[in-house]
């Protein structure tokens, strides 16, 4: 049989149990004096010193975590700062350039407007000028003509009186050689004109 | 001849101080060997302790975080687990060191299988609860509190109250100490007897009654690996009535 050393042995645990007078259930003094003593001396290593150590460095990285991710943070809203800065910028410049290029044309224009503008006044100048100069001259020409034309019609006048005209030949005669006179008056002035 | 485990093993002869109430035995010795290992384990692991945990910080890490959380949180929430976490974590570290030992080479016998440490921690979780529950409650209003649970018609009490009494001030810790205390013994009598088995039928047995000797060893080996886990089993329920009695002790309603 294969269960009888295990019967035997189970006998044995039993008889043995039966000899002894004691009873696992009353402690010996020495069991809880040493059961006490080692239960305070576990107590206090533990939650004195040990616990508390390992808290404090699991306090320490939970700190350090957070603080990493709050650093992260901070360094992310920076560089979101940055660009936004940046952008901001990037859009003044712009705005700018293009000011600057409106400005530049605007005044472009006021340039060309003015050169126009003055070109113009050149131009109404010099056509009042040259208007003057033959008033002027118109001028001079009708005084002249005028002082002409009187010393003439007294010339004439004093000949038509003197020669007393009778009829018509006579008179056709006068005008004739009036006329006649007067060409060759106008070419004596051309030719003394142009000997001045 | 066949040595089967007997009572006895739990009450080894004196080897110093005998008759003393400092009397060293075997079983005293193996429980001062597991505080020393305890107390190296954690205070060198307490003194390295990084920010930056090595692999033998990160296996103390590991359970000290089962204990905060698997155990004082789950119980007691983090509120009121927290002022408590020191004490289950001690407690569990120390009952498992103890129980540990049952399947340890050369020490070969739980600390807590003779019924002094039980009791020690036992007691402690009693007073613990008693005293927590007095001090949030007063002492009127603790026994009211836990022996006239609210919401029960008056008659009730007069089966109920009794039974509370003997819950609160007698059974809590007695099956704390009889359950550690017997399953540490039984398991120390299942090895003690598969392995003395083996002996006896390799050495001593004729024979084809040899070949069963292999049939105990192995049964010695599944009680082995079953020991390590009582062993922890053991050190996680005392910790988590631990939790447990505390809860009912401060909690405002049941």
């Known amino acids: 049989m294969i269960t009888a050393p295990l019967v035997a042995a189970a006998y044995s645990v039993a008889a043995a149990a039966e000899e002894e007078e004691v009873n696992p259930l009353l402690p010996h003094t020495y069991d809880i004096v040493w059961s006490l003593v080692i239960v305070v001396i576990i107590a206090v290593v533990f939650i004195k010193y040990a616990l508390p150590k390992f808290q404090a460095v699991l306090d320490e990285r939970t700190e350090k975590i957070e603080g990493g991710l709050q650093h992260a943070e901070a360094a992310q809203a920076e560089a979101a700062e940055l660009r936004a800065e940046y952008e901001q910028q990037l859009a003044d410049a712009r705005t700018e350039a293009a000011r600057i290029k409106e400005a530049a044309r605007a005044e472009g224009g006021a340039i060309v407007t003015e050169l126009k503008a003055k070109a113009a006044a050149e131009a109404a100048r010099t056509v009042e000028t040259a208007q003057r100069q033959i008033e002027a001259e118109r001028q001079q020409a009708a005084v002249s003509l005028r002082n002409d034309v009187g010393a003439l019609a007294t010339e004439l006048a004093s000949k038509i009186v003197g020669e007393s005209l009778e009829d018509s030949a006579r008179q056709s005669r006068v005008v004739d050689r009036f006329l006649e006179e007067l060409e060759a008056n106008a070419t004596a002035t051309t030719s003394a004109g142009k000997e001045n | ?254």
Not at chain 2, 135 to 160: A, D
Not at chain 2, 205 to 225: D, N, P
Not at chain 2, 245 to 254: A, G, P, R, V
């Open chain 2, 1 to 254: 001849m066949f040595h089967p485990p007997s009572l006895a093993d739990f009450f080894p002869p004196a080897i110093w101080f005998e008759g003393t109430p400092f009397e060293i035995n075997r079983i005293i010795l193996v429980r001062l060997i597991a505080v020393v290992a305890l107390m190296l384990i954690f205070i060198i692991g307490a003194r390295r302790a990084k920010l930056v945990p090595g692999r033998f910080q990160s296996i103390l890490e590991m359970g000290l975080d089962f204990c905060r959380n698997s155990i004082a949180y789950e119980i007691l929430g983090e509120k009121d687990g927290k002022k408590y976490v020191p004490i289950i974590t001690t407690i569990f570290f120390a009952v498992f060191f103890f129980n540990i030992t049952g399947v340890i080479p050369f020490l070969n016998i739980a600390g807590t299988s003779v019924i002094g440490l039980p009791i020690i921690f036992a007691l402690w979780v009693y007073f613990l609860y008693l005293w927590q529950g007095v001090k949030k409650f007063g002492v009127g209003g603790y026994l009211k509190h836990s022996l006239f649970p609210p919401g029960v018609p008056w008659p009730i009490y007069i089966l109920l109250t009794p039974v509370e009494a003997l819950q609160v001030f007698l059974l809590r810790p007695a099956t704390l100490v009889i359950r550690l205390l017997a399953n540490m013994m039984a398991g120390h009598l299942l090895l003690a007897l598969c392995f003395a088995a083996t002996s006896f039928l390799f050495f001593e047995a004729s024979g084809a009654l040899k070949a069963f000797g292999a049939v105990t060893f192995v049964a010695g080996f599944a009680f082995f690996l079953l020991e390590v886990f009582v062993a922890a089993l053991q050190a996680y329920v005392f910790s988590i009535l631990t939790a447990v009695y505390l809860q009912m002790s401060i909690s405002e309603e049941h």
